[in-house]
T-cell receptor
Framework: GESVGLHLPTLSVQEGDNSIINCAYS??????FIWYKQESGKGPQFIID?????DKRQGQRVTVLLNKTVKHLSLQIAATQPGDSAVYFC???????????????FGKGTLLTVNP | DADVTQTPRNRITKTGKRIMLECSQT?????MYWYRQDPGLGLRLIYY???????NKGEISDGYSVSRQAQAKFSLSLESAIPNQTALYFC?????????????????FGPGTRLTVL
């Protein structure tokens, strides 16, 4: 079936280490992916996005990697800080087929905990 | 994000009651969405609207209704609340086009409404 899921529901890292959060998707028609960060008591906030014609995209301390061959997406956070502690969601947009280019399908989320 | 506001932020109600959750946005976006978040299930789309008077069902619309009274307002109603509708509800908005070429995909979320149905 079609799904967006995560390999690890929780991730605990030490402050200063790099973090890698993974996401698997099954719909080969997906053409756009977003990572969201949700802090406790708040709504999800955009972190970084990537289109399917790219393999890698970098932001400030974050990098998203897309492997279309195995339908895998990852978010890398460099020098993780306590303020990075949150739930991280990947979301996919399934392209223009059937007029569904306005909807995002979210994964279940990974809880990242940064230990001082 | 202060551009998308939700009221109330918390609500406790009883089974069978009618509940309305409000969402307002000052971003000038055409598109608005209502999601439900449950532990371990992520965000699931309830309803979405492309413009005033445009209403579309999401994946879990049963038991809910919506109204798009104006471009800036999108309300979600539970006609007869039941305990399994206890969840965190988020409103989101998106534009037809945005800076940096992200298009209509990026959605901006409100702070959420925590609803408890007893």
């Amino acid at each position: 079936g079609e799904s967006v899921g995560l390999h690890l529901p929780t991730l605990s890292v030490q402050e200063g280490d790099n973090s890698i959060i993974n996401c698997a998707y099954s719909n080969s028609a997906s053409d756009y992916f977003i990572w969201y960060k949700q802090e406790s008591g708040k709504g999800p906030q955009f972190i970084i996005d990537i289109r399917s014609n790219m393999d890698k995209r970098q932001g400030q301390r974050v990098t998203v990697l897309l492997n279309k061959t195995v339908k895998h997406l990852s978010l890398q956070i460099a020098a993780t800080q306590p303020g990075d502690s949150a739930v991280y969601f990947c979301a996919e947009n399934r392209g223009n087929s059937g007029g569904s280019n306005y909807k995002l399908t979210f994964g279940k989320g990974t809880l990242l905990t940064v230990n001082p | 994000d202060a551009d998308v506001t939700q009221t109330p932020r918390n609500r406790i109600t009883k089974t069978g009651k009618r509940i309305m959750l409000e969402c307002s946005q000052t971003k000038g976006h055409d598109r608005m969405y209502w999601y439900r978040q449950d532990p371990g299930l992520g965000l699931r789309l309830i309803y979405y609207s492309f413009d005033v008077k445009d209403i579309n069902k999401g994946e879990i619309s049963d038991g809910y209704s919506v109204s798009r009274q104006a471009q800036a307002k999108f309300s979600l109603s539970l006609e007869s609340a039941i305990p399994n509708q206890t969840a965190l509800y988020f409103c989101a908005t998106s534009a037809t086009s945005t800076p940096r070429g992200r298009g209509a995909n990026e959605q901006f979320f409100g702070p959420g409404t925590r609803l408890t149905v007893l």
